[in-house]
């Protein structure tokens, strides 16, 4: 799960589209490629630290993503330094084509529930650019996944046969959203055991 979150941070960084314009959009971020100090294996990603914007969706279970010891570490890691512009769930579609039609677009749109309808429409126009000859070249373990799971590339092509957008590939039950928690302490307090419970 952690390669899988590191891909993604990866990918964003070499296919943001930071440009107002299309053309510059594509000229910027395809013809030139990653920018320099780009490693391609290891740690940090870039040599010198860089900064990013972020625009991601927030469920009202999570805490702000800025505060989330998993991206910080990250952060530090990859030499990127993130600006998260988190928007909550509710309104957050109209936020999104606020974002989109502004000329200002973020590095990354993170969890931004990106439809196929919508990556035809800003892939077409040079918003959002094709990954996958960059997938190809930097995202080995990805690839591979595809091979394994060809469903998962047939789900996120889009119908002009390009991917503008990455799915959440969760495997591990511990990772899901639907868990049930209970205080320990508490049960300390009170001389009980906590049993683990299986459910389907």
Known sequence: ??????????????????????????????????SEGFREEGMPIVEEEIDLRFFARRSPVNSPYQDMRMFQEYEEMTNMNIEWDDVPQDGFAER????????ELPDVFYKSDISQLEAVEYGSS???IPLEELLEEYAPNLTALYEEYPEIKASITAPDGHIYALPALITLNAARTDKIWINKTWLDNLG???QRILMN
């Open 1 to 34: 799960m952690k390669k899988f979150v590191l891909l993604l941070i990866l990918v964003g960084f070499l296919a943001g589209g930071g440009c107002s314009n299309s053309e510059e959009v594509k000229q910027d971020h395809v013809d030139e490629g990653p």
């Open 96 to 103: 999104k084509n606020l974002e989109f039609s502004s000329g």
């Open 126 to 128: 040079g918003i959002l």
């Open 192 to 194: 009980l055991k906590s």
